[in-house]
């Protein structure tokens, strides 16, 4: 990797010269810092700002799975029925987080090339909505599907549902209205469409998540993932623990370049677009059949080619990182990041001219030229 590397997976994304200068800063004593206290709790304004939401947010000193760690772990106690909403392979994995807290997690199932459908949801809660937390995924990064938190969470607060939500390749790249949905908890993290380095997660808690974790009749098994220690961090200038004090002045930057833009999802949602229109003329198949993701799409890989000859071709011959995926779909998709500070035209143009030259090479046959498609697309 060098300085022109570009870095096209779906997190971690590219980081912008102001977000590296401004971790470069010099750092303070967060816990005895007056001026620090403060600066936290305006980068969590301005996180409250793009996630839309007046509820509490947090900033955590961990990558985005101590976000959902520390969510099971404050609202779930031992015998909680969760329901863990499960159309790909985050959204299963929830569930284990989940039992490691104590809960009787009970799946509802989807296909993992859809969306959650809302209306199969409906009915389901009819027959049993005997559950304190649901836990969901906004964009399930490994297939590129994107759920209708729209729908599917009004739903839950209905039944009385708290529900936890792991939009941690979604926050700044999708539509989002965390109170008008009414989430409970969202969960984000800095690498993803954010675009600072790995090892902050952010979460907002509702009243009614907040009312959980205080009416606990258990107490929260662990420190680092107990979310009730922060109840009075501002009032009491007491953090659980020091801050990562660069992390922090890095996310403030990246957060602050995505408001200043206004609407950052509208970039996301026109490339992504042109993007899957482009792949579709070339006779590339895309994972998912509904609810493609706006941050990261996966691609079928074709017949007669590993993943590993393409992703090293495509580092090697043109410095260009691209991912594979995971779990049922290793070696069985390709995952372009369009997240970010990796959505933009040029980089996106040169990341299809690249494919395109590496798949044709390998025997690929394609209908067209994916990138002068893509350019063709972007100007409708
Ligand atoms: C990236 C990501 C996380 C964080 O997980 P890592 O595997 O540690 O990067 C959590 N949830 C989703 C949906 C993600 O895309």
């Not at 009312?211 to 109840?231: E, V």
Request: proline share 4%.
């Amino acid at each position: 990797m060098d300085e022109r590397t570009l870095l096209m997976t779906p997190g971690p994304t590219y980081v912008s010269e102001d977000v590296r200068q401004a971790m470069a800063r010099r750092i303070t004593n967060p816990d005895l810092d007056p001026s620090f206290f403060e600066y936290y709790m305006e980068t969590c304004g301005a996180l409250q700002q793009l996630l839309k939401t007046q509820n509490k947010v947090l900033i955590l000193a961990g990558e985005g799975i101590l976000g959902l760690e520390a969510a099971c772990a404050s609202l779930i106690e031992p015998g909680d029925r969760v329901l863990c909403l499960d159309n790909g392979i985050f959204g299963n994995g929830f569930a284990d987080f989940a039992k490691i807290y104590g809960a009787e997690a009970v799946f509802f199932k989807s296909d993992y090339d859809r969306g959650l459908d809302p209306e199969r949801l409906k009915e389901f809660l009819k027959g049993d909505s005997d559950f304190k937390v649901a836990t969901l995924v906004h964009c399930e990064t490994p297939s590129g599907v994107t759920n209708p938190l729209d729908r599917i969470c009004p739903l839950l607060k209905e039944h009385g549902i708290i529900s936890v939500v792991d939009a941690v390749s979604a926050v700044g790249g999708e539509e989002l209205h965390t109170d008008a949905w009414e989430i409970d908890v969202l969960l984000g993290a800095s690498q993803k469409c954010i675009s600072a380095p790995p090892g902050l997660t952010f979460m907002s808690i509702s009243k009614a998540a907040w009312d959980k974790i205080n009416s606990r009749s258990t107490p929260i098994a662990g420190y680092y993932c107990n979310l009730s220690t922060w109840a009075a961090w501002y009032e009491n200038r007491w953090f659980p623990y020091t801050q990562s004090v660069s992390d922090i002045y890095g996310l403030r930057v990246a957060v602050e370049r995505l408001l200043s833009e206004g609407n950052p999802q509208e970039r996301h949602r026109k490339i992504a677009g042109a993007l899957r229109s482009a792949l579709e003329s070339s006779g590339l198949k895309l994972y998912a059949q509904d609810s493609h993701s706006n941050t990261v799409t996966a691609i079928v890989l074709p017949d007669n080619i590993g993943f590993d000859t393409v992703f090293n071709q495509m580092l090697k011959e043109h410095n260009i990182m691209i991912a594979g995926s995971l779990g049922y779909l290793k070696d069985k998709a390709i995952r372009i990041g369009h997240m970010g500070e990796n959505c933009y035209e040029d980089k996106v143009y040169m990341t299809l001219k690249a494919l395109g030259d590496v798949l044709e090479k390998n025997g690929v046959k394609l209908g067209c030229d994916m990138h002068i498609e893509f350019a063709r697309n972007m100007k409708k």
